[in-house]
């Protein structure tokens, strides 16, 4: 059953849920924190015999930072969501995300068939 009023997740799951976001956010600062750390480490240290491997080194840790920073900006928006009451609704349809989506990912924010289709059209373009 859904109350528009109390959203679609119950008070209960939703506390449970904004706590595993939190709990995730502060691992992800953590974890951003030491990429930027080495990154500094390794800029010092760094010199032009060893340029060609540090260079795969840095790609690595930089795509590594983008999904670590897009999983924080989604983290960031659940939670902002959790506060406005809109948390548990798709940001694209507007339809409720079925719970156990919701479990297994706290941080969508889009329901399954919304999410699909952006990654379909990520495939074909
Ligand atoms: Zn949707």
Redesign the pocket.
Known sequence: MVDAKKGVVSGKNLEHIKKSLLERKKELEDQLADLYQMKGVMGEVQDAGDQAQSLSLETLKISLQDNEMAEYNMIGQALRMIEDGTYGM?I??G?PIAERRLKSYPNAT??L??QEGIEDGRREG
Request: hydrophobic fraction near 10%.
């Open positions: 798709c694209e349809c339809q889009r329901c068939i919304c």
